[in-house]
């Protein structure tokens, strides 16, 4: 069946504008993790959705990060005012039970490479 | 302190021959699960195996196994018989159970290197 998709794979943005990165869950997951990697670094949480429930945000570094889960399925990651720094690769996965689970496993989409000049 | 420590940096294996790739981990809950995943070049996190803290048994999937030593908090991957696909960033992960709910814990990670 179809994984964890992503879109866009590359973005290359100006420093100071806003972009959105979008992922597509596997159908009936109901958690949905958003994540960062750094250059040779490991990833950095950032963001979980959980059913209907109010998301985690304690991941996000700053009030630039936002993000949604519409309809319990698609998610759009959205960054404004990009910095130089916001340069990494943005990796969403989705698991089936999200809930404490001691075999719930996440699966990871493609990523998105955003590059902040 | 870390959650998750992969020591090794990088690793060179060659082909055929079995590898560990070393993590060692750092929780007071008693119930966690213990995840490697494999990065290649492409980019994509593949989820390889998994360990739970209560499960008696090492975990194995195909040539993967997990070396799981509770008491030294250590889950080592074990890759048998190498091959060159098996090149790729090998990151160990935690998730810490208990009431509610909680996020995977990456390592740094370990790029391993299969030469013919």
């Known amino acids: 069946g179809a994984g964890v998709s992503q879109s866009p794979s590359n973005k290359v943005t100006e420093k100071g504008k806003d972009v959105e990165l979008r992922c597509d869950p596997i159908s009936g997951h109901t958690a949905l993790y958003w994540y960062r990697q750094s250059l040779g670094q490991g990833l950095e949480f950032l963001i979980y959705?959980?059913?209907?429930?109010?998301?985690?945000k304690s991941g996000l570094p700053s009030d630039r990060f936002s993000a949604e889960r519409t309809g319990g399925s698609v998610s759009t990651l959205t960054i404004q005012r990009t910095q130089q720094e916001d340069s990494a690769v943005y990796l969403c996965?989705?698991?089936?039970?999200?809930?404490?689970?001691?075999?719930?496993?996440?699966?990871f989409g493609p990523g998105t490479r955003l590059t902040v000049l | 302190a870390q959650k998750i420590t992969q020591t090794q940096p990088g690793m060179f294996v060659q082909e055929k021959e079995a590898v560990t790739l070393d993590c060692t981990y750092d929780?007071?809950?008693?119930?966690?699960?213990l995840f490697w995943y494999k990065q290649p070049s492409s980019g994509e996190m593949i989820f390889l195996i998994y360990?739970?803290?209560?499960?008696?048994q090492n975990a194995t999937e195909g040539r993967y196994s997990l070396n799981f030593q509770k008491a030294r908090k250590s889950a080592n991957l074990v890759i048998s018989a190498s091959q060159l696909g098996d090149s790729a960033m090998y990151f160990c992960a935690m998730r810490e159970g208990g009431s509610g709910y909680s996020t995977l814990t990456f390592g740094k990670g370990t790029m391993l290197l299969v030469s013919p």
């Open positions: 996965a989705s698991s089936p039970r999200g809930w404490t689970s001691d075999t719930d496993t996440q699966y």
């Open positions: 929780t007071s809950d008693p119930s966690y699960g």
């Open positions: 360990q739970g803290s209560y499960d008696q």
């Open positions: 959705f959980q059913g209907n429930s109010a998301p985690d």
